[in-house]
């Protein structure tokens, strides 16, 4: 095993609650307004819907194959050569997907509270960290993250509690102006957020408990559809559909309306601390998965040394991908859920499936480990 | 093996070391002796030269820190009212540059006066330029400067407060007891301005001029009759589109405000046929529209509930008399209808839904709206209104009876 760390259920699911919400809490109102309009909370809903859907059938996957990743596992049933490819294909998958990450923190932080600063030292310092965290393994990760999840939820509650007198429920009418296919469109880039639960595959045989795999997704899911849809009906009912899908980052207007008293006021510097809190934590993920999937690919030993050269290469990446930002929205809003979303989030795991249930692979219970 | 890593390790850590050291600090420093903060912007349009000028109160360091030992630097006032041109907004704001020492710093904006000109022609610009900058921040208050320019708002002089950007927000905080103008965030106007079905409205502030009445100190030798120039609030500024349509009175200024809900304080007179007046404070009113489709009409239903106490009286009639209340909630009532009405005559005038009508037949119907909504501000030239007004008067004050009684 290349990993000795087991992390339990609970850290997990918060793991992955971290890395889908982190980036999706600051884009999905307006990302989904664009589209749904008024209607854009039910956007998030059928998004939720949609990503049980798919965590479901993924997990399913992991659970004939609790021992293993998904890069193991797709040598087992595709045969080596075929079972390699895809595995070079999600090695290049999260790489890339983690560059695209990283190059949001950086723009984000450049766009809205330091435009001076060059790009590059936002994005090397968020891949430091997160070279840092991989190295001393999964386990410190996940348990480093549940004191971070506290952070970032609360401070989330916080601005909803501090809004709630902004809000005006007419901003949500009329109900389905247009039919529910805007509200549908407006679900596709989300949805494609929530399919980010593949990377549980990559951790699922360090779970303790693997027979509750279930869980782990369809809970995180529903933490993380909460908190979007609280995201949503926020900003939505403070300024309205129309001004909502003009704003690149709703929550950062939102939060600057909080004023208590004349006191309490301007602590929108508050969304830099979970944006890179919570980004940490999504760029350490998604790091891990990369680094271990390149180690168990060409079947390494240990996977710390691979850790500081991609780490570089995904700085490199993430400085060259993309020209400005509207590349990377565009990317982001058009390409990337049509490409992730048919490919690594569910068209492979779906054939993996299929394929591994005529060839007859893997278990079809989970084993109860009882001493791991 | 392990001592390679061991090496690794101990040159990344040297490394990172070295790294922190040499970026002490954050790239984007601005320390406050090189920032001035902004507390006050004015947008103008001049069409001859199509140029924005862009008029701002800037805290004058100096100004404010002597204050307490009788006011800074002798001649020097703590805002400096800086203007600067230029072809569009931003670059009038950029070209302060050649004239201010210290960088703009502008998200302690609380002022945004919009000159009558800028207001007619150049909306869009403003909008994109409130929303794009990252330092602006869109719960600060914006005005139009009637029949002037916001330079000239800006530069009027104070009575109460030490710059005319304070004054303005105390003046919109206490105007609510009367209810002559509304309040606008920017965020409302902008909002407005890009809903279907509604159009902006925005509070006016007017530059009046008075005669100064000579000075009693003869040390001041101040010349006799000089012109001292102050600023007012009333009325409101309504929009077509993004286009400056015209103004409201005061009676439909609160006409505007009953339907909105947002009539705090309005002080009500309903004239009694011996010529004594009741004045009644609103202590909470609400509104609620109610649009009907009915075949090639458009009816609504404005419904206003309003709460009051009697502020003052000189009629000779028995207050404490349920009779004399009820017939005073009826003429106040009426009084509310007239308000509303005329409000809805401007809106018919000026092809302007700033009461939000096209909104609330969105909600009740977006297929029927939907029919309607081409050429919806010529549309509301036939919408229906009908206006219902319950008033209920609460309390007396502090005596019921008139003290002074008939023989």
Known sequence: MLEQGKISIRQATLLMVLTILATAILFLPSIATVQAGQEAWISALIATANGIIISLLVVTLMRRFPEQTIIQYSEDILGKFLGKI????????????????????????????????????????????????IRSGLEPLGRLNEWIFILFSSILIFFTVFLIHEMQVENFLPVLERGIVPALKGAVTPTSWFGEIILLSMIFPFLTQPQRGYRVAIGAHLIVGAFLLIGVVQSV???????????????????????????????????????????????????????????????????RPLAIPLGILVVILSIHLFQGVVDLVEFLSVTFPVYALSTFEVGIPALLLVIALIRGKGAKNVPNKKNN | MCQIKKIIKNILTGAIIVFLLLNVGCW??????????????????????ELISYTSHLIRPAGLAGEEEGGGAPGVGPVWISTSTGKNIFEASLNLAARSSRVLFEAHTRIIVVGEELARQRVN??????????????????L????????????AETELEDTVSQEIEGILDNQQRLSTAPRVQVREFVSSLIQPGKDSFVPVLEVREEIQPPEEDLLAAQPE????????????AVFSGDKLAGYLTVPETKGLLWVQGEVGRAVIIPEKPDGGQVTVFISRARSSLEPKFKEDKLKIKIEIETEGDIGSSNIREDISDPLVIEKLESKLANNIKQEVLLAFDKSQEYQSDFLHLGAAFRREDPQKWAKVKENWRQNLSEVEVEVRVITELRRTGLTTDPVIREE
Do not use: C
């Open chain 1, 86 to 133: 895809v595995g070079l294909g999600y090695f290049w998958f999260f790489l890339h997907t983690n560059a695209i990450i990283i190059r949001e923190f950086g723009d984000f932080l450049v766009a809205a509270f330091m435009p001076k600063t060059p790009l590059i030292v936002f994005n090397s310092m968020i891949v430091i960290l997160a070279v840092l965290a």
């Open chain 1, 237 to 303: 009912s403070i300024f309205g559909p129309e001004l909502v899908s003009a704003f690149k980052f709703p929550i950062i207007q939102t939060v600057r309306l909080i004023s208590l008293g004349e006191f309490l006021e301007r602590i929108e510097v508050l969304i830099m601390v979970i944006w890179v809190a919570g980004v940490f934590v999504k760029v350490s993920v998604f790091h891990y998965a990369t680094v271990m999937s390149a180690a168990q690919l060409f079947n390494l030993t240990d996977y």
């Open chain 2, 28 to 49: 984007d420093l601005n320390e406050v002796e090189d920032i001035t903060l902004m507390i006050a912007t004015g947008f103008d349009f001049q069409p001859e030269e």
């Open chain 2, 125 to 142: 610009e403003l909008v994109d330029f409130l929303i794009r900058r990252r330092e602006q921040r869109l719960n600060s208050w914006i």
């Open chain 2, 144 to 155: 139009v400067a009637r029949e002037g320019t916001a330079a000239e708002v800006l530069q």
């Open chain 2, 225 to 236: 009759g000089e012109t001292k120039k102050y600023i007012v609030l009333q009325g409101t």
